[in-house]
C-alpha cells in the first residue's frame, strides 16, 4: 500500500489537484449555503419586528443574491459527488457503505434546504407577512445539518471507526459511530461557526467598502451590522474549539501535528515556530518560542510531543511547510478577526456607535476575505495533513484513486469552466448591486426574462 | 433487504426522469424555439415554469447517486471507471445548464442573456444523452466488474447510443405535456397549441426510438431482451399503452390525467428494465443486487433514511408543487423582490389572500385570476407542512445527539 503511495500512479496527482479544486470552490458557496439564510432571516425579522423598513430592504436584496450562490453551490456540489466515484473509485469500492450514509443525511437535508429555498426566494411577493419569515427558518435548520452530515463523512476520514472489515470487505457497519466518530466532535462546529464567519465578514465587507466610498447612510450601517455582529460573536468560540482541535489531533493523528509545528523528533520540551520555512532538516525564518508547543498541547513544557520521525517517511504528509504556513495563516487570521470584533466591542460599550477610526473600517473591509483565506487554509491543513492517507491510517490516496486514465484533461477543464463560473458568479452580483443603487426599475425587453411590467412602487408605499 | 434498496433506487432513478427529465426536456424546447423575436413567449413559459423547481427536480440525482454508491460500491466503482468519459460529459452539462440557468435570470444584456440561454439549452441536450449512454451500457452488459480502466465500448454501442437519442426524446416528450398545462392555467391557448404538438411529434419519435432500443437490445444482450418480453412483459404492455393513451389524449384536446398517463409511460418502461434485469446489477458480471458491497446494517439505514425522506421532503414538495401550481412563486425585479401585502394583520399565512389591485406586480391582472379563484386547501396546509417538517428535524437532532452520546465517541475498529 505505502510502496504504492510512493511510486504514486500517474493519475493521483491531477486527481488531488482536481480535488482540492472543486472543494475549494464549493466551500465558499457551502459557507453561504450554510449561513447566509441565517443572516436574511435575522434582518426580516428586525424589518418585520420593527417595522423596520431598511432591513426588509436589505433582507429582500440579500435573498436575490442568495439565490445566485445557491446555485452556483448546488452546481459545484454536484460536481463533488460525481467526482466521489470518477476520482475515487478506490474509496468508494472499499468504504463506500461506511462513509455513504452520511452522504445520505446530507442528501435529505439539502432537499429540505432546496425546497425551501425556493419556497422563500420566490416567496417574497405574495407569501404574506410571518408566513414567509417562517419558509426560511427550515433553510437554516437544514443547512446545518447538511453541513454536519457532510463534515462527518471528513472527520471519518480522519478517525474512522464505527465498521468491522473481514478479509478486506466491510462486514458490519454502525452508522452512529461513522456519523459521531471521534473528529467529529470538533470538526463538525469548527466548520459550521466558519460558514458563520465567512458569509458574515463577507457580507459586513461589501458595506464596509460603501462606507469607506462615503455611502454614510443607515442603509449601509444596518447591512453592515448584522453579519458583522453576528460573525464577530462566533469568532471567540472559533478559537477556543480550534484550540481543542489541536489538541485532539496532537494525540489523534501525531504526525499531522508534528507537521504542522516542525517536530521532527518526538521530545518535551518542544518549541513553536510562528512562521519560518523548513528545509534540509532546518528552520529557517519565524520566531521560535521554547517550550511554547509541549505547553500548548499538555499545559505544561514536560509534555512529549511525538516527531513525525515515529514513521517512516512514506507514510509522512509531504511538505510540512505548507501545514505550518496554512496553520499559521488561519490562527493569525482568526486573531485579527477578533481583535476587529472586540474593537467594534469595546467602541459600542462606550460610546453607543461604531468606530469611526478609518483602520477599522479597513479591517472591516479585509474580514471577508481574511476570513475565507483562513477557512481555506484550514482545509489545507486538514487535508494535505492527512497524507499520505485518504482514510487515516487504512487506505492510501494513492489505491484510492482512479485507473481509467485522462483526468489531466479533466482538470484543464474543471479549471478553466470554474474561472470563468467564478468570475461570472461576481460579476452577476456586482451587476445587481449596482442595480440595486440606481434603483433603476425598467427592464430591457427581452427573450429571458419576466415580461416587462408596471414600474414598482416605492417601498414604502407597499409596506402600508 | 438488498431487494429493498433497489427498489427504492429504482424509484428515485424515477422521480429523477420524470421531474428531472422535464427540465431538460424544457431546455430543449428553448433551443428549437427560434429567433428573439418568435421564441420568447414559450421561453418565457419555459422560464417561469422551471426556474422555482429545477433545484428541488435535481436533488433526485444526488440521491440516486448517494443510494448507488452507498449500497452497491463495487458496481458503482466499476461503472464511474467503465463510463468515465460520458459521465464527466454529463457532468460537465449539469454544470453548464445550471450556471446558464442561475445567471439568466441575472444577466442584464441581450447579448449575454442571449450566450447564457444558449448554454443552458444545449447543455440540457449534453446531460440527458449521456446519461442514457451508460444506463444503454449497463442494459447491454458493457460494464465489466472490476473495471481498471475507462472503455469506449461501454456507451458506443447501438444500444448505448440508442438508449442515449431516447432519453433526450424522453425528456423532451415529458417537458411538451407539462408545458401544455402549465400554458393552460395561463390561459395561453397559443402556447397550449403550440406544446400540445411538440409532444405529438417528440411522443412519437420517443416511441419509435424505444421500440428501436428494444430491438437493439435483441442482439445486445438477448437475456434481458427476453426478459422484457417475458416476465416484465406486462410493464412493457402498460408502457406502450400509457404512450399511446397520451398520444389519444393529445389528438383528442383532452387535457385531465394526460400528464399522469405521459410520467406512467416513461415510469413503466424504467421499471420493465429493472424488473428484467433483476436481480443483477451489471448485467454480463456476477455483481448482483445481494453481492454488491454493502452489509445489512447499512442496507437497513438506508431504508430508515428512505422512511424519513419521504416522511419529510414529500409533504414538503407538495407544498413546493402547489405554491407553484397556484403561481405563489415569482422571480424577482428591479428592486430586489417584491414584498406581499404587508403587514396583513388577521390573514392566515398563505391562505390565499386576494392580492389587493394595489399591489406593484408585473403581470398582477393575469395573476390576480390565477388565484383568486380557488379555494386553496393547500395553501391553508401549509403552516401545519412547515410545523411538522421543524418538529421532526427537530426530534431527529436531539435524538441523534442523546444516542451520539451513549455511543460515545469510540471509534470501534476491527481489522482482521
Ligand atoms: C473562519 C475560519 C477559521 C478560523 C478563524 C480558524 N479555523 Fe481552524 N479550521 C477552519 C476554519 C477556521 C476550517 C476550514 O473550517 C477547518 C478545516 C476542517 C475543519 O473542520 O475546519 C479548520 C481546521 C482546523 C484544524 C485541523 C483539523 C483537522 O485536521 O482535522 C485545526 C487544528 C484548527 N482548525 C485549529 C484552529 C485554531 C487553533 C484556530 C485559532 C486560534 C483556528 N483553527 C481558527
Ligand atoms: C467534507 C467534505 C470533504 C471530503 C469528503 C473530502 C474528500 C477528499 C478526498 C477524497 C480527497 C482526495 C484524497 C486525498 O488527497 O486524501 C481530498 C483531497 C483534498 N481535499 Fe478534501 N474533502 C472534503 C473537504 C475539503 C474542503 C472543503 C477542502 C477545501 C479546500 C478540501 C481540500 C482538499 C485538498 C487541498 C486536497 C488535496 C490533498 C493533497 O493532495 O495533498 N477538502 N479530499
Ligand atoms: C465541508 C465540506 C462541505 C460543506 C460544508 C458543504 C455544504 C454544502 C451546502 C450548505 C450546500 C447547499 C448548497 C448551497 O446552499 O450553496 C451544498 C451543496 C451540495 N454539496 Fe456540499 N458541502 C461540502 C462538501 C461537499 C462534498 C465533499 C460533496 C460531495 C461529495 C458535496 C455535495 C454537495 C451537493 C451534491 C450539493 C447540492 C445540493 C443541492 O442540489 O442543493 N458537498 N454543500
Not at chain 1, 463506500?96 to 450514509?101: E, N, Q
Not at chain 1, 495563516?329 to 460599550?349: F, I, K, P
Amino acid at each position: 500500500m505505502v510502496a504504492a503511495a510512493a511510486g504514486a500512479g500517474s493519475e493521483v496527482l491531477p486527481a488531488r489537484v482536481q480535488m482540492a479544486t472543486t472543494l475549494g470552490f464549493h466551500i465558499i458557496l457551502a459557507c453561504m449555503g450554510i449561513a447566509f439564510p441565517t443572516v436574511v432571516l435575522v434582518a426580516e425579522f428586525i424589518g418585520r419586528r420593527r417595522s423596520d423598513e431598511t432591513a426588509l430592504l436589505l433582507a429582500r436584496r440579500w435573498s436575490q443574491a442568495m439565490g445566485v450562490l445557491v446555485a452556483v453551490g448546488a452546481i459545484t456540489g454536484t460536481v463533488l459527488s460525481f467526482e466521489m466515484g470518477l476520482l475515487w473509485p478506490g474509496l468508494m469500492r472499499q468504504y463506500g457503505a461506511v462513509l455513504g450514509l452520511p452522504f445520505g443525511v446530507e442528501g435529505l437535508f439539502f432537499f429540505l434546504e432546496a425546497i425551501f429555498t425556493a419556497i422563500y426566494l420566490y416567496g417574497w411577493r405574495r407569501l404574506p407577512g410571518w408566513a414567509h419569515f417562517w419558509t426560511g427558518v427550515p433553510i437554516a435548520v437544514s443547512g446545518i445539518g447538511g453541513a454536519m452530515s457532510v463534515v462527518a463523512v471528513n472527520s471519518w476520514m480522519n478517525q474512522p471507526g464505527g465498521f468491522t472489515e473481514q478479509a478486506g470487505r466491510i462486514v458490519a457497519v454502525n452508522p452512529w459511530q461513522v456519523f459521531f466518530n471521534h473528529a467529529a466532535a470538533y470538526e463538525m462546529p469548527h466548520m459550521i461557526i466558519a460558514a458563520y464567519m465567512v458569509t458574515g465578514f463577507m457580507v459586513a465587507s461589501v458595506y464596509a467598502v460603501g462606507i469607506l466610498r462615503g455611502r454614510r447612510n443607515r442603509y449601509h450601517y444596518t447591512g453592515f451590522a448584522i453579519p458583522f455582529v453576528l460573525a464577530a460573536a462566533l469568532t471567540p468560540f472559533q478559537l477556543l474549539v480550534g484550540d481543542t482541535a489541536a489538541r485532539s489531533i496532537a494525540s489523534d493523528q501525531p504526525v499531522k501535528f508534528a507537521s504542522m509545528e516542525y517536530v521532527a523528533r518526538t521530545g518535551s520540551d518542544v518549541p513553536e515556530y510562528i512562521g519560518g520555512i523548513f528545509v534540509n532538516g532546518r528552520v529557517y525564518g519565524g520566531l521560535k518560542i521554547p517550550g511554547m508547543d509541549s505547553l500548548l498541547v499538555g499545559f505544561s513544557t514536560d509534555t512529549r510531543v511525538v516527531g513525525w520521525e515515529s514513521v517512516p517517511a512514506a507514510e509522512r504528509p509531504p511538505a510540512p511547510w505548507l501545514l505550518h504556513l496554512a496553520f499559521n495563516a488561519m490562527v493569525g487570521l482568526g486573531t485579527l478577526l477578533l481583535l476587529t470584533g472586540l474593537w467594534a466591542l469595546v467602541v459600542w460599550w462606550r460610546h453607543r456607535r461604531l468606530p469611526r477610526q478609518r483602520l477599522f473600517w479597513l479591517l472591516a473591509v479585509v474580514g471577508g476575505p481574511a476570513a475565507i483565506a483562513a477557512m481555506e487554509s484550514g482545509w489545507v491543513v486538514t487535508e494535505v495533513g492527512r497524507q499520505p492517507w485518504v482514510v487515516y491510517g487504512l487506505l492510501t490516496t494513492a489505491d484510492a484513486a482512479t485507473t481509467s486514465g485522462g483526468v489531466v484533461g479533466t482538470l484543464s477543464i474543471i479549471v478553466a469552466l470554474y474561472a470563468v463560473l467564478g468570475a461570472a458568479t461576481i460579476v452577476i452580483l456586482r451587476t445587481m448591486a449596482r442595480r440595486w443603487r440606481s434603483s433603476e426599475t425598467q427592464q430591457p425587453t427581452v427573450p429571458y426574462g419576466p415580461p416587462p411590467g408596471p414600474p414598482s412602487q416605492p417601498l414604502s408605499k407597499v409596506g402600508t | 433487504m438488498a431487494e429493498v434498496v433497489g427498489a427504492i433506487l429504482l424509484a428515485v432513478i424515477t422521480l429523477y426522469a420524470i421531474f428531472g427529465g422535464a427540465d431538460f426536456g424544457g431546455g430543449f424546447w428553448d433551443l428549437v424555439a427560434g429567433g428573439d423575436r418568435r421564441g420568447r413567449a414559450p421561453r418565457d413559459l419555459i422560464d417561469e415554469a422551471i426556474t422555482p423547481v429545477w433545484e428541488t427536480n435535481h436533488m433526485w440525482l444526488i440521491f440516486a447517486l448517494v443510494i448507488f454508491w452507498t449500497a452497491f460500491p463495487d458496481a458503482f466503482a466499476s461503472v464511474m471507471t467503465a463510463a468515465a468519459l460520458p459521465i464527466w460529459l454529463a457532468v460537465l452539462g449539469i454544470v453548464l445548464r445550471g450556471a446558464g440557468f442561475a445567471f439568466r435570470a441575472e444577466a442584464r444584456r441581450l447579448s449575454a442573456q442571449r450566450a447564457l440561454g444558449a448554454t443552458f439549452a444545449l447543455s440540457s441536450l449534453l446531460t440527458p444523452f449521456f446519461m442514457g449512454t451508460v444506463i444503454g451500457g449497463i442494459a447491454a452488459g458493457q460494464i465489466p466488474a472490476d473495471a481498471t480502466s475507462a472503455s469506449r465500448s461501454s456507451w458506443t454501442g447501438t444500444t448505448s447510443l440508442l438508449t442515449g437519442l431516447l432519453f433526450v426524446g424522453a425528456c423532451a416528450y415529458l417537458a411538451a405535456v407539462y408545458l401544455i398545462g402549465e400554458a393552460a392555467r395561463r390561459d395561453d391557448h397559443h402556447l397550449e397549441v403550440y406544446f400540445t404538438r411538440r409532444a405529438q411529434a417528440s411522443g412519437v419519435v420517443t416511441g419509435a426510438l424505444s421500440f428501436a432500443t428494444l430491438l437493439a437490445l435483441h442482439s445486445s444482450n438477448p437475456t434481458l431482451f427476453d426478459r422484457l418480453t417475458g416476465r416484465a412483459f406486462p410493464l412493457v404492455i402498460v408502457g406502450e399503452a400509457a404512450g399511446l393513451g397520451a398520444l389519444a389524449f393529445l389528438l383528442t384536446g383532452r387535457r385531465r390525467g394526460l400528464r399522469v398517463l405521459a410520467a406512467l409511460g416513461v415510469a413503466a418502461v424504467l421499471w420493465g428494465w429493472g424488473v428484467a434485469q433483476y436481480p443483477t446489477l451489471l448485467p454480463g458480471t456476477g455483481i448482483t443486487l445481494t453481492n454488491a458491497g454493502a452489509p445489512h446494517a447499512t442496507l437497513v439505514a438506508l431504508v430508515v433514511l428512505f422512511g424519513v425522506v419521504v416522511l419529510l421532503v414529500a409533504p414538503s414538495v407538495l407544498l413546493l408543487f402547489s405554491l407553484q401550481g397556484r403561481r405563489r412563486l415569482v422571480g424577482g425585479d428591479a428592486e430586489g423582490t417584491v414584498l406581499a401585502p404587508w403587514p396583513l394583520p388577521g390573514t392566515l399565512p398563505l391562505s390565499g389572500t386576494p392580492l389587493s389591485g394595489a399591489q406593484p406586480l408585473q403581470g398582477s391582472v393575469r395573476s390576480q385570476r390565477a388565484s383568486s379563484d380557488r379555494t386553496d386547501a393547500g395553501g391553508r396546509a401549509a403552516p401545519v407542512v412547515l410545523l411538522v417538517v421543524l418538529l421532526v428535524v427537530g426530534a431527529l437532532v436531539s435524538a441523534v445527539t442523546r444516542l451520539a452520546r451513549r455511543v460515545g465517541p469510540v471509534a470501534a475498529r476491527r481489522r482482521t
